[in-house]
């Protein structure tokens, strides 16, 4: 069984629906991070945390949130969701080092 | 503004050959680098890293070479297999950034039987 799992895989919504994309990990890792890839652009942060009462904003977490409902799950929302929000969205996690363990993706398109 | 750079989005090499991936930065408090490769409908894994007191680390056919004068570094792959067509991410951890990853745009790799 994979260490770090994302529901759904693929996804399509319409503009200005609310969507949540989860992810769960069985690492036993505090730190949970997610990520969106676009095009050209690589990875870019949207929200990281470090343990079930710590959420901290990255470099794009406008339009998104976040709950961390337990050690092993970090779920991500988009409360309207915009064409521009179009990408892959990954959720990683990691221990006390800078090495990160990524879940398969999402494929997320808003239309 | 774009800290950690891949300015070759793709690389075509012939199989057996050596690859070499490129990955300029412009922070110089960055102190610790890392390549992740990425294959389609899959999650980036981790490939090899490199920290800034050393100048070259090596696992296998992977090699990085970090030049801090220059704020660039490079993985070498050698040799060149199909299995290592793939999209490769250079990262380095943000200064004081608690374990936040700042990555580059990734270059295609593909390499040719």
């Known amino acids: 069984d994979a260490d770090v799992t994302q529901t759904p895989r693929n996804r399509i919504t319409k503009t200005g629906k609310r969507i949540m994309l989860e992810c769960s990990q069985t690492k036993g890792h505090d730190r949970m991070y997610w990520y969106r890839q676009d095009p050209g652009l690589g990875l870019r942060l949207i929200y990281y945390?470090?343990?079930?009462?710590?959420?901290n904003k990255g470099e794009i977490s406008d339009g998104y949130s976040v709950s961390r409902q337990a050690q092993a799950k970090f779920s991500l929302s988009l409360e309207s969701a915009i064409p521009n929000q179009t990408a892959l969205y990954f959720c990683?996690?990691?221990?006390?080092?800078?090495?990160?363990?990524f879940g398969p993706g999402t494929r997320l398109t808003v239309t | 503004d774009q800290q950690v750079k891949q300015n070759s989005p793709s690389l075509s090499v012939q199989e057996g050959r050596i690859s070499i991936l490129n990955c300029d930065y412009t922070n110089s408090m960055f102190d610790y680098f890392l390549w992740y490769k990425k294959y389609p409908a899959e999650g980036p894994t981790f490939l090899i890293s490199?920290?800034?007191?050393?100048d070259k680390n090596e696992d296998g056919r992977f090699t990085v070479f970090l030049n801090k004068s220059a704020k660039h570094l490079s993985l070498h792959i050698v040799p060149s297999q199909p299995g290592d067509s793939a999209v490769y991410f250079c990262a380095a951890p943000a200064p004081r950034g608690a374990q936040k990853l700042v990555f580059g745009q990734g270059t295609r790799l593909t390499i040719n039987p």
């Open positions: 945390s470090f343990d079930v009462k710590d959420i």
């Open positions: 490199i920290s800034s007191i050393k």
């Open positions: 990683a996690t990691s221990a006390h080092g800078y090495e990160q363990y």
